[in-house]
């Protein structure tokens, strides 16, 4: 069965450089989020979107943007890196659509693993 | 705040024991989720029970929910070497909510 595809799986960026994350989707799951896992950390929630819309946001940094797109995968845009940044970033889908008081399984990505230096 | 406290954070086990994973939340739950992680990859998951179920099971692992000491059990049967990962909890509040997670417990399960 097809999974959360996520790229690049690694990326190092120096201080105050600019990153981009990409995250696909299951096949047919409208719902996208975004994880940050610091080392030794429980993942933390940064934002999801639901049908191409913003649905919730968590503890993400103004430095950070992100958007779904007509395809249904997102990009998580960060900018002005620091250190504190280096970390794994997840995305993780679900299908919300038709559900009634239940499911929301978040299926997860390998994650990408970025180092800020 | 945090919202998953798992108990123990670890936990050593020999192979062919059974391992039990206690997690505690603060809030009113839709779901509880349990999720698996080896070391530094991805976050696989395991099971889901909805609130309003009390124990499910899946292969050798078996789930309790207690939404009214706010607690979830995860029962690992007859443990594997390749049962030996992070384990962690999370919660949300309705269908398409963020997942909070608790610390995760971190299983060894020793040949």
């Known amino acids: 069965a097809a999974g959360v595809i996520q790229s690049p799986r690694h990326l190092i960026k120096e201080k105050r450089e600019t990153a981009t994350l990409k995250c696909y989707p299951i096949p047919r799951h409208d719902t996208v989020y975004w994880y940050q896992q610091g080392p030794g950390q429980d993942p933390q929630f940064l934002i999801s979107?639901?049908?191409?819309?913003?649905?919730d946001k968590g503890s993400i940094p103004d430095r950070f943007s992100a958007q779904q797109f007509s395809d249904y995968h997102s990009e998580l845009n960060m900018s002005s890196l620091e250190l504190g940044d280096s970390a794994l970033y997840f995305c993780a889908s679900s299908l919300v659509r038709g559900l009634a008081g239940g499911g929301n399984e978040q299926f997860f990505g390998p994650g990408t693993r970025l180092t800020v230096l | 705040s945090q919202q998953g406290e798992e108990d123990p954070q670890a936990l050593s086990i020999q192979e062919g024991e059974n391992a039990t994973m206690n997690c505690s939340y603060k809030?009113?739950?839709?779901?509880l989720q349990w999720y698996r992680q080896n070391s530094g990859r991805g976050l696989v998951h395991l099971i889901l029970?909805?609130?309003?179920?009390r124990e499910k099971h899946s292969g050798r692992l078996r789930v309790t929910l207690d939404t009214s000491k706010k607690s979830s059990s995860l029962l690992i049967t007859a443990s594997r070497a390749a049962d030996t990962a992070s384990y962690f909890c999370a919660t949300d509040f309705r269908t398409n909510s963020k997942l909070t997670f608790g610390k995760g417990i971190t299983l060894s399960v020793r040949p």
């Open positions: 809030t009113s739950i839709n779901n």
């Open positions: 029970i909805r609130s309003n179920e």
């Open positions: 979107f639901y049908e191409k819309m913003q649905s």
